[in-house]
């Protein structure tokens, strides 16, 4: 089992930055790509960004060029620097990792952006 602990978010106003950090404890050892999705109300789940643990990354269209992810392997964290952010990205965001065994979310963390 892989737990997940996500922080960093809040209200922002349309402009500014917000960095997420994900945790992850628990059967490390084999977790592979480590990332984020959200979810904004009454809508489905997106991709938003991740990183393999071989440093190869992928960013949804949405959010290229403003958001970078990135990656602490020595402590299994996952981080999402969100810039230049917009009222549209306001969602509840959540980490994301898989290993042989499964795939795990964290609980997710709200981030709001005002306009």
């Known amino acids: 089992q892989v737990q997940l602990v996500e922080s960093g978010g809040g209200l922002v106003q349309a402009g500014g930055s917000l960095r997420l950090s994900c945790a992850a404890s628990?059967?490390?050892?084999?977790?592979?790509?480590m990332g984020w999705y959200r979810q904004a109300p009454g809508k489905q789940r997106d991709f938003v960004a991740n990183?393999?643990?071989?440093?190869?990354?992928y960013y949804a269209d949405s959010v290229k060029g403003r958001f970078t992810i990135s990656r602490d392997n020595a402590k299994n964290t996952v981080f999402l620097q969100m810039t230049s952010l917009k009222p549209e990205d306001t969602a509840v965001y959540f980490c994301?990792?898989?290993?042989?065994?499964?795939?795990?979310w964290g609980q997710g963390t709200q981030v709001t952006v005002s306009s």
């Open positions: 994301n990792t898989n290993n042989a065994y499964g795939e795990y």
């Open positions: 628990g059967s490390v050892s084999s977790i592979n790509t």
């Open positions: 990183k393999s643990s071989g440093g190869s990354t």
